[in-house]
């Protein structure tokens, strides 16, 4: 089978391995990035890409990759998916840019009345289109703060939100994330989370959302108070912290707490949205209306676009000019966007997240069957993950997911680790890999998990 059918360039789906991983070509430019890319930006698998498509990436010495990471759950709708890249293209001859504060143009309201129409809740919603998963949530912190006239914001443990100023406050995690670069921006308070996994290993019960929910309020009502809270800013799934799910109903009670309190709920839906879970938004699994939803990754099939949608009364709370940025809903992104929301929503890609969700689920029972190193499974559709372990504890295994990562790269297999221990390998495909090459890959990363613990 080639790409053609699923959509992206023609390319074989087959795994390749032409030299070791990163072959001389590679090696070559990884020599050249070392004296020219700063060293701070890291990459998971030095192997340099060519083309991509459906479930491959095509390295710069031929070889082909499974990639289960769709560069961090960015390409969803598969790598140069066919209408993205028409929409993109026809865009780029007729104009580049024009900054849609001096003149707008057609593409940038139709992407802001497609969000309306199709983030969680029937009611009035505006969008703004910016460029970064991290400037969306910060323009939500701001949006809040004016239309609450508050400014305490409350985030979770485990977190990921960005890597601005603001946003490294909001972000849990130090190393690497914020370490040595603060001062952080003030009133950003942090909330203990729903984690089930450790939840219930710490209670040695079962803690329910409810629960969870309360132990966070309490925090907020004791600490803040909740009269001087603008927003509650959550990932409806945890990206970065390991795929963490809430236990059910927490969501629903965090949202409920927030509509007492005047609060502006916001559901940072980066990594989760965008039919990556086998919803069109995460917060739609429990029901959850959001006042706001930040948007990026997934949202224009690879090229750089964000936005905060969200009740017409809240972002209109913002007069003219306090919003924007230069190159925020450029033309030619906002024409993939476009792209990508047909594909979502003619391809039945979110019908495939859930039949990828299967798969996935049933390929990590295996994995826990053959390797009790494999604690927790869990996620939503096509975002799924497996937290490692030492055996018969829940002591955080890092070595291990390193180690089974490793030899999946050297196999021409693209798997992420994450995770506030570094102990999550997590499954992100694009919703274009086929059936036979993610089995495949499990295939790979069993042989994997045997090497690294032989
Ligand atoms: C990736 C991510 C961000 C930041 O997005 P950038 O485009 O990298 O700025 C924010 N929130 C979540 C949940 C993310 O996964």
Not at 19 to 28: C, I, K, N, Y
Not at 333 to 344: P, T
Not at 419 to 441: K, M, Q, Y
Request: with cysteine; aromatic share 6%.
């Amino acid at each position: 089978m080639t790409v053609r059918e699923t959509g992206g360039p023609e390319l074989p789906q087959e795994r390749r391995i032409v030299t070791a991983l990163p072959g001389p070509r590679s090696q070559e430019l990884e020599q050249r990035r070392r004296s020219a890319v700063a060293a701070g930006v890291a990459s998971s698998l030095p192997a340099y890409i060519v083309a991509a498509g459906g479930g491959i990436l095509r390295d710069a010495d031929g070889n082909q990759l499974i990639d289960l990471g769709s560069g961090i759950a960015v390409t969803t709708v598969g790598n140069s998916n066919p209408r993205v890249v028409e929409r993109a293209k026809e865009q780029l001859d007729a104009f580049t840019h024009t900054c849609f504060m001096v003149s707008p143009y057609e593409g940038y309201v139709e992407v802001a009345e497609a969000l309306n129409r199709l983030t969680p809740g029937d009611h009035e919603k505006r969008t703004v289109l910016l460029n970064s998963g991290a400037e969306a949530v910060e323009n939500a912190v701001k949006i809040a703060r004016v239309s609450t006239g508050r400014s305490a914001v409350v985030v979770f443990d485990h977190a990921y939100h960005g890597r601005t100023n603001l946003t490294m406050a909001m972000t849990a995690k130090a190393a690497p994330y914020k370490r040595g670069f603060g001062p952080f921006a003030g009133e950003v308070h942090r909330a203990p989370m729903s984690y089930p996994y450790r939840d219930d290993a710490a209670a040695g019960t079962k803690v329910s959302g409810e629960d969870a929910a309360a132990r966070a309020t309490e925090m907020i009502d004791r600490q803040i108070g909740a009269d001087q809270v603008a927003a509650i800013v959550i990932e409806p799934i945890q990206g970065e912290g390991g795929f963490i799910v809430p236990a059910e109903g927490f969501l629903p009670a965090l949202a409920e707490y927030s509509r007492e309190n005047g609060i502006v709920f916001i559901a940072d839906e980066v990594q989760a949205g965008f039919g990556r879970t086998g919803a069109m938004f995460a917060s739609e699994h429990e029901g959850v209306v959001p006042d706001l939803v930040a948007t990026a990754k997934g949202i224009a099939g690879g090229l750089p676009l964000a936005a905060v949608t969200g009740r017409a009364e809240i972002m209109d709370a913002v007069g003219p000019g306090g919003l924007g940025g230069t190159y925020g809903g450029n033309p030619a992104a906002v024409a993939a966007a476009l792209g990508a929301i047909e594909a979502y929503e003619q391809d039945g890609l979110v019908e495939r997240a859930r039949e990828l969700g299967e798969i996935l689920v049933q390929r990590c029972e295996r994995l826990r069957t053959r390797f009790p190193e494999v604690g927790d499974i869990r996620g939503r559709g096509a975002m799924q993950a497996i937290e490692l372990v030492h055996r018969d504890t829940i002591e955080p295994y890092p070595e291990l997911a390193k180690a089974v990562a490793g030899h999946a790269a050297e196999n021409a297999v693209l798997v992420l680790v994450t995770g506030s221990f570094g102990n999550v390998l997590r499954f992100l495909p694009p919703l274009t890999i086929s059936d036979a090459l993610l089995h495949e890959a499990f295939d790979v990363l069993e042989e994997a998990f045997a090497q690294a613990l032989g």
